[in-house]
């Protein structure tokens, strides 16, 4: 606490009325949660567990909850509640689903479910391909983010593809209501439904959370800033924190001008704005000024640094992405040689998964040791979807995603036509497909033998599913991967015995991970069940945590939207280039300024060097094309930087080039 400034302290004594600490990247936003949140416990006689603080990402909750451990003795953090949106509104849904007419066990649709059942309600009722499924779930997520509900969109669409979107939306709730599932924007908006409903219940969860504090504020959603401002309406007993200039999750529904909508609602707000910086050297603080100044602002904020001045920022050319890779492997270890420093600070940033590939295969080659956070990338290995499909028919046999996910993994002989039949059978009929493989009606639809191995499947599934409640759960788990010959399956299915071994290792990896978060609470009165350990996991949390925690000394690789709220020695930001960064759809939709946020969020994560690369060439659709050095690198000013490779001398004559030669292929794609 000592070392806070004094506008910093200002914000962790400030109780009497509701704040908004705004103020730019690295100011200590952040650490004003983490302090006020020990001040409330030790200063103010608050219990840990009527404070509750959130998030956005898991990687930042993770943050949070090590930086306060590190503040508050583990006794007097008991309770404490440190989640993000989804998760606060899972354990809140965990405790009210009945009256929500969810049973127990409910199913958590990740965003791959979802388009699964969306596309299927397209191909029936529209008799689509299915093809726009993407975006026609991300319609639907942004209608459920605003707080639309199916009956208004149907009313208020404007033509007939938003017609179709909001009959599909309708039609895909339906189903998941049936299911007992629920998907993700769920987990917010049906917790605001209730609250609305039902007083009695908000008040319960008011008198739990009597301080509220909420990091990048800037990204909140309507729904969210709903359920925040629900559960701080009686007391106003809340702390927001954020920054306009770092809102970068407009595309999923966040609303910046939440930030004005709580001094509206709140006329009694008090706006307190941090302006040193503790991160970075003023001259990357002074190129990241620069560069998002040319965006428009509502709030004046100028960012200052004492820790001098600092290196150049580094802007280096390659001939193409192959040698840009390369370059960025060689640059770090030449670094840590020079420098002596360690793997892990180095982050490597980018704006999209797949300019990760080129990169880990070059960081392999040199071996450098690397991870990749923020993204859902061991949730979406195929062996740990077919495992997580049957913990979830576990715990909720009704999940028909998740049935027709395993049913036939590792193989059972129950092919399509069944299941089509089957499918058509339990749709009539309104039941799961769980159920209907029971029911005696399925007789004169499939043949016997069909039936059978149905019917198989299913007992042997409720046999499992009995077994964990009788048994040890966690050995009842490892007997059903070995059971179902599970690892025989990989073998066959995978390239070489050891990617095999590997995908075997993580279904292991998954089975542990739920063993330490049954015994991590063991004999508290919130004990964990299998149940609540499994849809736990299905929100990536404790996961990611325990493999984090197993590595160390590696290069961050991430995307620049899970960089937001990190901070790394040593920055590399790679693909500064037109059509990568800014984004080609954001140029296309002229929505540049978020793409700028973006780019202002990779700069300000650089505490001590940063680095920007780019390619002179680059594959596309098999072609080789002349890319245009973004135009970030314009509004940076010239003399903070320090450019290498080709463009060295007049980058200015080579970006010419390069426009005119897109331009003139462009010309010739468009006459082809
Ligand atoms: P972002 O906008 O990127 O989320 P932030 O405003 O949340 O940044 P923090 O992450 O809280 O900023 O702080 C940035 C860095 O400055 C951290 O390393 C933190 O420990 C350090 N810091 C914060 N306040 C002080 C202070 N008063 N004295 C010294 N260091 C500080
Ligand atoms: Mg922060």
């Not at 990687?59 to 003795?73: D, F, G, I, Q």
């Not at 996961?543 to 991430?558: G, I, S, Y």
């Amino acid at each position: 606490m000592s070392r806070l400034n004094a506008r910093q302290r200002e914000a962790v004594h400030y109780i009497s009325g509701p704040l908004l600490v705004l103020a730019g990247a690295g100011s200590g936003k952040t650490s004003v949660i983490t302090s006020k949140i020990t001040y409330l416990v030790e200063q103010c006689g608050i219990k840990a567990k009527h404070i509750a603080a959130v998030t956005f990402t898991n990687k930042a909750a993770r943050e949070m909850r090590e930086r306060v451990s590190k503040l508050l003795p583990a006794h007097d953090a008991k309770g404490l509640i440190v989640a993000t949106f989804h998760n606060l509104g899972l354990t809140i849904l965990r405790e009210e689903h009945k009256i929500l007419g969810y049973k127990a066990g409910f199913s958590i649709f990740d965003s791959e479910d979802a388009k699964a059942l969306i596309r299927d309600i397209m191909i029936r009722d529209f008799g689509d391909e299915g093809e726009e499924v993407n975006q026609v779930q991300a319609a639907i997520s942004n209608l459920k983010n605003d707080m639309c509900e199916p009956d208004r969109a149907i009313s208020v669409a404007c033509n007939d593809h938003e017609l179709m979107i909001a009959q599909v939306y309708k039609t895909y709730n339906q189903y998941l209501k049936a299911y007992n599932a629920v998907d993700f924007d769920d987990l917010i908006l049906l917790i605001v439904a209730l609250f609305r409903q039902h007083p009695e219940v908000l008040e319960k969860w008011q008198n739990r959370v009597r301080y509220l504090l909420v990091d990048e504020y800037q990204d909140t959603n309507i729904a969210q800033y709903e359920l925040v401002k629900m559960l701080v309406e009686t007391r106003s007993a809340f702390t927001v924190v954020g920054d306009d200039d770092q809102s970068i999750y407009a595309w999923r529904g966040a609303r910046p001008e939440n930030l004005v909508k709580l001094n509206e609602d709140f006329p009694s707000l008090k706006v307190i704005k941090l302006e040193q910086n503790y991160r970075s050297t003023s001259r990357i603080l002074k190129v990241a000024n620069a560069v998002i100044a040319n965006n428009p602002h509502v709030f004046e904020k100028a960012l200052w640094s004492e820790l001098g001045m600092g290196d150049e920022i580094r802007i280096i050319q390659t001939r193409n992405e192959d040698a840009e890779s390369e370059r960025i492997a060689v640059e770090i270890l030449d670094h840590k040689l020079k420098k002596n420093t360690h793997f892990r600070d180095y982050a490597v940033l980018y704006r999209g998964n797949h300019q990760s590939r080129l990169l880990e295969m070059k960081l392999q080659a040199h071996q450098v040791p690397y991870r990749i956070s923020g993204g859902t990338s061991f949730f979406a290995k195929n062996e740990i979807k077919d495992a997580m499909g049957y913990l979830r028919l576990l715990i909720n046999p009704e999940d028909d995603a998740a049935f027709l996910r395993v049913v036939n993994v590792p193989r059972r002989e129950i092919g399509p036509s069944t299941l089509e039949k089957l499918g058509e059978y339990a749709t009539e009929r309104d039941i799961s497909l769980y159920r209907a493989v029971d029911e005696l009606g399925l007789e004169q639809r499939l043949p016997e033998k069909a039936i059978q191995k149905l019917r198989q499947f299913r007992q042997w599934l409720e046999r499992t599913a009995e077994d964990c409640q009788r048994k040890e759960a966690i050995s009842v788990l490892k007997q059903m991967f070995t059971d179902i010959e599970y690892e025989d399956w990989l073998y066959q299915n995978s390239n070489t015995p050891k990617q095999a071994e590997r995908r075997m290792d993580n279904v292991w990896y998954l089975v542990d991970s739920i063993q330490r978060m049954l015994e991590r609470d063991k004999g508290l009165a919130d004990e964990m069940t299998l149940e609540s350990a499994i849809s736990r996991l299905l929100l990536m949390d404790m996961l990611e945590q325990q493999q984090e925690e197993d590595d160390t000394d590696k290069v961050h690789l991430l995307t620049l939207h899970a960089s937001k709220g990190l901070e790394f020695p040593h920055c590399f930001i790679m693909g500064l280039e037109e059509e990568i960064l800014p984004h080609r759809n954001s140029i296309e939709e002229n929505n540049i300024e978020e793409e700028r946020r973006l780019m202002y969020v990779g700069i300000t994560r650089a505490k001590k060097t940063l680095t920007m690369t780019y390619a002179a060439q680059r594959k596309q659709y098999g072609e080789k094309i002349e890319t245009i050095p973004s135009r970030f690198l314009d509004e940076m000013p010239e003399e903070d930087l320090v450019w290498f490779g080709k463009g060295e001398k007049d980058p200015d004559a080579n970006k010419a080039k390069g426009r005119e030669t897109l331009a003139s292929l462009r010309n010739l794609m468009d006459g082809l």
